[in-house]
């Protein structure tokens, strides 16, 4: 994704990171470009409590706000209108179609003609591409099996961080608007994103990376 932004972005732009998280995706990019700035979303009060202790405003480069991506009006929380680009990763698989289609509509109005769109995610092969399927999902708990081993996993690290007393109001405030678990969803699969991404006014939509379900898509506006 790095690469593909000093490609199509140049040196000095402005950023916008759909589903943010901690704010990973957006450190490295500011690391790579010194001159790029940044507005990251996301709707998680620990993860965005995480962010900001950790890496702060690096004066004024980053901008963090809390809204749901889900709701139609999400966009309004935005400090400005127009962006260069957009990225996203290992986050939008949490959004059903309908949702889907409502966000990448925005997107495409967020950006100028020309603009690029990067979502680097879980992305299911089509469903009647079985086989695909069924060595993907075996690859997928090979790998996370080594992790389990290696490391802490996601599960474990999740409940260490709700059970952090420096998070305690945050924590509350995630359980209330995630009482649900996120695997729940039923998210399109990568013709599905492809068909969406074209309705919205992308005029062109590919993959530029991909181990197996683990995608980078790319749609230009």
Not at 37 to 44: M, P
Not at 68 to 80: A, E, I, K, T
Request: hydrophobic share 45%.
């Amino acid at each position: 994704m790095l690469e593909a932004l000093a490609v199509v972005a140049g040196k000095r732009f402005d950023v916008l990171d759909l589903g943010c998280g901690t704010g990973s995706l957006s450190e490295r990019i500011l690391r790579r470009f010194p001159q790029a700035r940044s507005v990251l979303v996301d709707h998680d009060p620990v993860l965005l409590a995480i962010g900001r202790t950790g890496l702060g405003e690096q004066r004024g480069r980053l901008t963090w706000v809390d809204a749901d991506l889900r709701r139609p009006d999400w966009f309004m929380s935005l400090p400005r209108r127009r962006f260069h680009v957009a990225v996203s990763t290992t986050a939008l698989h949490w959004l059903t179609a309908p949702e889907l289609a409502r966000l990448y509509a925005r997107v495409a109005h967020l950006l100028p003609h020309g603009g690029w769109f990067l979502d680097g995610d879980h992305i299911a092969f089509p469903a009647d591409s079985s086989h695909f399927r069924q060595a993907s999902r075996s690859v997928a708990r090979h790998r996370a099996a080594r992790i389990r081993l290696s490391d802490v996993g996601w599960d474990a690290w999740w409940r260490a961080v709700l059970r952090d007393p420096r998070l305690a109001a945050e924590a509350e405030l995630h359980r209330i608007r995630y009482p649900h678990a996120h695997s729940e969803t039923v998210s399109p699969d990568l013709e599905g994103h492809i068909r969406l991404l074209r309705r919205a006014g992308f005029c062109e939509v590919h993959l530029i990376w991909a181990r197996w379900e683990n995608r980078v898509l790319a749609a230009v506006r």
